[in-house]
């Protein structure tokens, strides 16, 4: 009998939610909820902040490095190695 009871308590502990209480991180989450939903003209990559803004231009910055590189990696290997250096 102690086990069913027991059993009961556990499997209701982890089959329930509990209860949202009304407090400043919900108030706080619900803030930020509201300005991600405005129509400002932002796209929604940039409206975290500068934070946001910071992470955008620095992956931009980052892929357009990478494009170069690889586009000057290309073209070392590309020439036939007559050209990589001068023929005495």
Known sequence: MQHTRW????????????????????????KIQADYQCEDGRP????GGFFDRILYTSTLVLCFVGFCSTC?????????PSWKTKAC
């Open 44 to 47: 929604i990559y940039l409206k």
């Open 72 to 80: 000057a990696t290309i073209y070392d290997l590309a020439k036939p």
């Open 7 to 30: 059993s009961r308590q556990i499997f209701r502990a982890f089959s329930t939610t509990p209860k949202m209480h009304d407090s400043r991180a919900v108030m706080k989450l619900k």
